[in-house]
């Protein structure tokens, strides 16, 4: 089963979203803060298509850290720049020759709405690559997830057609509000803020075990780690 990377967000959706063929959309402002969370956590997995040239590589290694997932394995993570529509295109047929589980698109718009590529014809190289990518997910049984910040315009229809689910990512001061089918709920960006409880702690600091001196202590400074091998 796969994991946002964040618990909040994990409780408003089903394991059923992240079900093998689909095409999930992860729509809003709150998107990048996503994205580099769920690469991180699912990163022996995962292969990325940068469309919009904003990918960080070192902010993907803190969000490793973060959630105790290893620099070795975040460097696992297959990563591909894509300057133009129908190199999209090329990326997306060769995903039939890489073992994966899940696919992440990162800012597809920002090519397809380009002046080198705008009306008709971003529109319809958009929509062959969104066929393509459906049938891989279908065929291979993996998951594919869109991350689009800005607005859909004229593409919405499009991704309407292939898109099996759609995850609305508000981006507040310090959270993210989470919307997906008619369940409402939200995520703090700074852990420290939200993870109150020990399965948070595990989640969050790749930790196993804690033992608590006094019951009414709330900050991971005020926990002592356990040596559960004696």
């Known amino acids: 089963m796969f994991s946002t990377g964040f618990v909040g967000f994990d409780r408003v959706i089903e394991s059923s979203l992240f079900s093998g063929g689909n095409v999930i959309l992860f729509r809003g402002s709150g998107c990048l803060d996503v994205f580099y969370r769920f690469v991180a956590v699912n990163a022996g997995v995962c292969v990325v298509v940068d469309g919009g040239g904003s990918f960080n590589p070192y902010r993907l290694g803190r969000e490793g850290d973060s959630v105790g997932v ?15 529509g129908y190199q999209v295109f090329g990326l997306i047929e060769k995903l039939w020759s890489v073992s994966f589980s899940v696919f992440c698109f990162l800012d597809p718009l920002v090519l397809f709405k380009s002046g080198d590529m705008g009306g008709e014809e971003g529109l319809g190289v958009f929509e062959n690559c969104l066929a393509e990518l459906k049938k891989v997910s279908v065929d291979k049984n993996v998951v594919s997830v869109v991350f689009s910040r800005g607005g859909l315009g004229v593409f919405e229809d499009v991704l309407d057609v292939f898109v099996d689910e759609v995850v609305y990512l508000e981006k507040r001061e310090d959270s993210v509000k989470v919307r997906w089918r008619d369940r409402v709920g939200g995520f703090s960006i700074d852990l420290d803020k939200e993870q109150t409880t020990i399965d948070r ?23 002592v780690e356990v040596d559960i091998d004696g």
Do not use: M
């Open 70 to 84: 290893g620099r070795e394995d975040v460097l696992k993570v297959l990563v591909s720049r894509a300057f133009t």
């Open 201 to 223: 702690y595990i989640q969050a600091e790749g930790v196993r075990e804690f033992s608590f001196p006094f019951r009414v202590q709330k900050k991971l400074s005020h926990f």
